[in-house]
């Protein structure tokens, strides 16, 4: 058993296919979560995981599709059909689908500060409706004793400021989560690793340098993750990602580590099983 800790099987790219994709995903003994970006890509995660042994669901909301009135968001096809102004946070729809016993984390959320308006004063107000959102998100997490998921891009001080924050008000085992596809620097590693948080390891080490932050940091705070259909790994030879190409990652892990593929594979599953409590 491997696990994909990140994977999208609930967008676009897989309409065509996502049931073969399902069927060699349980195949190779991969065990994923798929993760929501805005409420219709959340509910699809559900529906998709309910339908499925070892596929479970994270549901919230992506910084990029937070409705702030400052500007058009970047249309994703292989995501799907949104709203170009993005969307208003609904708390209590998101409430409704934590219902579903399949749902073990709340995100994929936090803060992207790449795509933004022009203008000082219109980027204050996109940060400040990110990080209004952000907080929302996690609260909610806290108060139902689920770890999230967190997208961070180019704005990795103020995520920290915002979870050293929240932790200063709840116990340590009350927040936790990942970093999906980290690429901060191993100071940036350390500080979120000393805040609980682990490390969600995928197919971006093959274009960006984090050797140092995988050899560095404890195993027992690495995840493993395909960000599926993106970052496909350049030995899958396919531009489409997918759950089962997580072996990759593993394997680039293993390699830099100086240890065999089982040791990874092992200690990141028992390493998921702890934080997302499958």
């Known amino acids: 058993m491997i696990t994909d800790t990140h994977s999208h099987l609930s967008f676009k790219a897989y309409d065509a296919d996502r049931e073969e994709v399902v069927k060699r995903t349980k195949e190779a003994g991969v065990v994923c979560i798929d993760v929501g970006t805005k409420y219709e890509t959340s509910k699809l995660a559900i529906e998709l995981a309910e339908k499925n042994e070892g ?28 709203e170009p102004l993005g969307e208003e946070f609904d708390r209590q729809k998101y409430k409704e689908l934590l219902k579903s016993p399949k749902v073990v984390a709340i995100g994929e959320i936090g803060l992207d500060y790449y795509y933004k308006p ?45 979870l050293g924050r929240f932790k200063g008000l709840a116990s340590v085992n009350e927040l936790r989560g990942v ?8 100071e ?29 940091a404890p195993l027992d705070r ?42 990874v594979a092992d200690a990141t599953t028992q390493n998921a099983k702890k934080l997302f409590n499958i």
């Not at 669901?57 to 970047?74: S, V």
């Not at 209004?132 to 400021?161: G, N, S, T, Y």
């Not at 259909?229 to 396919?238: D, N, R, T, V, W």
């Open 55 to 82: 596929i479970y669901a994270a549901i919230g909301m992506h910084p990029i599709h937070i409705k702030t009135d400052l500007m058009k968001l970047k249309m994703d096809e292989e995501e799907g059909a949104f």
């Open 179 to 186: 970093i999906h596809c980290f690429t901060g620097s191993w």
């Open 118 to 162: 022009k203008g000082a004063t219109k980027q204050e107000k996109f940060k400040q409706k990110q990080r209004e959102v952000f907080i929302e998100q996690i609260d909610l997490a806290v108060k139902r004793d689920l770890p999230i998921i967190i997208h961070c891009r180019m704005a990795h001080e103020d995520v920290l400021d915002i």
């Open 188 to 216: 940036q590693a350390q500080k979120y690793m000393d805040l609980g948080f682990y490390l969600g390891i995928n197919g971006i080490i093959f274009k960006f340098d984090i050797d140092e932050v995988i050899k560095k």
């Open 222 to 263: 690495l995840l493993t993750e395909t960000d599926c259909p993106y970052l496909a790994p350049p030995e899958a030879g396919e531009k489409r990602n997918e759950p089962i190409f997580v072996k990759h990652v593993i394997q680039k892990i293993a390699d830099l580590r100086g240890m065999s593929f089982d040791e």
